[in-house]
């Protein structure tokens, strides 16, 4: 079984996927670390974002490794380092490239094969998966996701400010929904879910019940 679920940043995607794989012990897979991943992999290297014969080399040469939702870069665990507001913006600014698309999705088809998958990205049932057994969109005002960051943010001991991380947030959701490879947008059959005034508790059990319909 493959659960697409995707969805504008901080709409809390990942935190219900997570939920999801644990109850039903299916596997997740966050593909925005993928994207993150790589963008932390140019910013470790100093590789100018416009470089792009010197990114597509880096590309080419790229070792991740994927277990247990934790993620490796060169053997090294990254997981936490690629959650940073500069990983976020230029991950988004890689993700505009269609050679970066095609090997990501490559490694999403790849990890998924024989088993029971939760994928949460932007693609993920317009691109990498348009067969899903299930596809869920969920999304969430602006407003309610900048805050929902912000805490997370703060948590981390950052000092940020609401109207900045809006903004951000802003910024991203326009470039993601309007570049020309995959960009973000509502799969036909997907189910549309909001969360701005639903807990994550909420949700996961919407998309659950939706499972159950599906088996
Ligand atoms: O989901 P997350 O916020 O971690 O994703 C970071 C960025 O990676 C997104 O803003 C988007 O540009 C890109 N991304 C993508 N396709 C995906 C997942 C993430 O383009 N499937």
Redesign the pocket.
Known sequence: MIIAV?GP??SG??TVSKMIADELGITYL???????LFAYKLMKENIDFSDREKELKLLEDLNIDMKDNRFYLDNEDVTDKIRTRET?SN??KI?VVKEV?EK?VELQREFSKSKDVIL?????GTV?FPNADLKVYLNADPEIRAERRCKELRNKGENVEYEEILREITK?DY??MHRKE?P?KIAEDAVILDSTSLSAEEIKDKIKKLVEEKT
């Open positions: 995707d940043a901080g995607k990942s966050d593909t925005g670390a993928m994207y993150r976020s991950a988004s993700s698309r990501m949460d990205g932007r693609d993920i990498v991203r470039n993601d995959s973000l």
